[in-house]
């Protein structure tokens, strides 16, 4: 039973990853701002691997390299984890389990050091006068319009997962 709890992890996090690619709401980050100068006017996201889309013109490109190393490696992990579970090696299956986790750290780590987004919040940091970060925030700037900002729904799903995974690992018996 316990292997299956590991399994189940793995699953999870896998499905987590590749939700952002059908259904961009259910990716690892996302926007949304309603703006009065109709700049920007809908929701974007980013998913597992760096991928944005919005709900404005529907453009998809790549942030970068490390977002796309980051879920790779998070794949890699829930792969592991599951054969090592299968396996009934504990070791493999924790490793796994924490090769997950590394993947979320490597996101979330290139996700705050990202230079346009930290421009972004330094320049709401300077305007506002108050702290923002770019994991979560909201701001209505008047005539600017009203922005919220946050993880998204795929990114938790993932952390279940991860955290499911690293919990049945222990569990697996030799």
């Known amino acids: 039973m316990s292997k299956v709890i590991a399994i189940i992890g793995g699953v999870v996090g896998i499905v987590a990853a590749i939700l952002g690619f059908l259904a961009p709401e259910l990716g690892w980050w996302q926007v949304t701002a309603e ?6 006017d809908g929701s974007g996201y980013i998913n597992a691997f760096g991928m944005t889309s919005n709900t404005v013109n529907e453009e998809v490109e790549l942030l970068g390299n490390m977002f796309l190393i980051g879920g790779i490696v998070f794949i890699v992990g829930a792969l592991l984890a599951m054969v090592g579970a299968a396996k009934e090696s504990t070791g493999l299956a924790v490793l796994g389990s924490i ?5 979320i750290g490597l996101w979330v780590y290139d996700l705050m050091t990202n230079e ?8 709401l940091d300077f305007i506002t006068g108050d702290e923002y ?5 909201a701001i ?3 005539i600017l319009g009203a922005w919220n900002w946050g993880l998204g729904v795929g990114f938790y799903i993932a952390v ?12 697996v018996k030799r």
């Open 99 to 103: 090769i997950m986790i590394a993947g």
């Open 160 to 171: 279940a997962g991860a955290v499911v995974c690293l919990i049945g690992s222990f569990m």
């Open 35 to 40: 703006n009065y100068l109709i700049i920007f």
């Open 133 to 137: 970060t770019v994991l979560f925030g």
């Open 140 to 142: 209505d700037l008047g």
């Open 116 to 123: 346009d987004f930290e421009n972004i919040i330094d320049g």
